[in-house]
Antibody, heavy 124, light 111 residues
Framework: EMQLVESGGGLVQPGGSLKLSCAAS????????IHWVRQASGKGLEWVGR??????????AYAASVKGRFTISRDDSKNMAYLQMNSLKADDTAVYYC???????????????WGQGTAVTVSS | QSALTQPRSVSGSPGQSVTISCTGT?????????VSWYQQHPGKAPKLIIY???KRPSGVPPRFSGSKSGTTASLTISGLHAEDEADYYC???????????FGTGTQVVVL
């Protein structure tokens, strides 16, 4: 069974940092395209960023709302992706999901595997 | 980048059809055929139900279909089932600066 499991959420003060983890199993993680998506309570989905493997290097991209504060990384030897969040604000309070965007031979098949999410609360 | 615009809520009786619109711009939906739709039940993670505008992943019932015209994508549920009551989100690629953008979300209510 293909699975993603997030962890690392919790309560953090404004201005603080937190690192989320995303553990993959059941599919070929190496080289896969991974997004982070968040959802504030009662609100819609918001794309946070993504990491993909291009020509033996990792390429990342971020939403304007988190650029310069959040960093996505991965360790393919451990089937793990990470979201390092710095300078956190109250507006960053949300459930954070990691999701796989299936791409095969350049063809995209959507965000087909999602984790259960991990909750982040930024509050003093 | 603003979120794609969806109606807040749509409703229908079991067996009826409903259509959810997703309005974007010529920088996202109008330019790329990378529109996907996600179903989300309360307290659950989103689930992919349509990708590349019209394609259904394996296991998604054929009553779900997608289409696009200009800068508006649509999701149609033909023959509502009670279990279709959920929130639905569209998503589109928006180029290499904005990357990906989700819709505002639509609650489907089965009467």
């Amino acid at each position: 069974e293909m699975q993603l499991v997030e962890s690392g959420g919790g309560l953090v003060q404004p201005g603080g940092s937190l690192k989320l983890s995303c553990a993959a199993s059941g599919f070929g993680f190496s080289g896969s395209l991974i997004h982070w998506v968040r959802q504030a309570s009662g609100k819609g989905l918001e794309w946070v960023g993504r990491i993909e493997v291009l020509a033996n290097s990792f390429e990342t991209a971020y939403a304007a709302s988190v650029k310069g504060r959040f960093t996505i990384s991965r360790d393919d030897s451990k089937n793990m992706a990470y979201l390092q969040m710095n300078s956190l604000k109250a507006d960053d309070t949300a459930v954070y999901y990691c999701t796989r965007h299936r791409v095969v031979s350049g063809l995209q098949y959507g965000m087909d595997v999602w984790g259960q999410g991990t909750a982040v609360t930024v509050s003093s | 980048q603003s979120a794609l615009t969806q109606p807040r809520s749509v409703s229908g009786s079991p067996g009826q059809s409903v259509t959810i619109s997703c309005t974007g711009t010529n920088s996202n939906i109008g330019l790329y055929n990378y529109v996907s739709w996600y179903q989300q039940h309360p307290g659950k993670a989103p689930k992919l139900i349509i990708y590349d505008v019209t394609k259904r992943p394996s296991g998604v019932p054929p009553r779900f279909s997608g289409s696009k015209s200009g800068t508006t994508a649509s999701l149609t549920i033909s023959g509502l089932h009670a279990e279709d009551e959920a929130d639905y989100y569209c998503c589109s690629f928006a180029g290499h600066d904005i990357h990906w953008v989700f819709g505002t979300g639509t609650q489907v209510v089965v009467l």
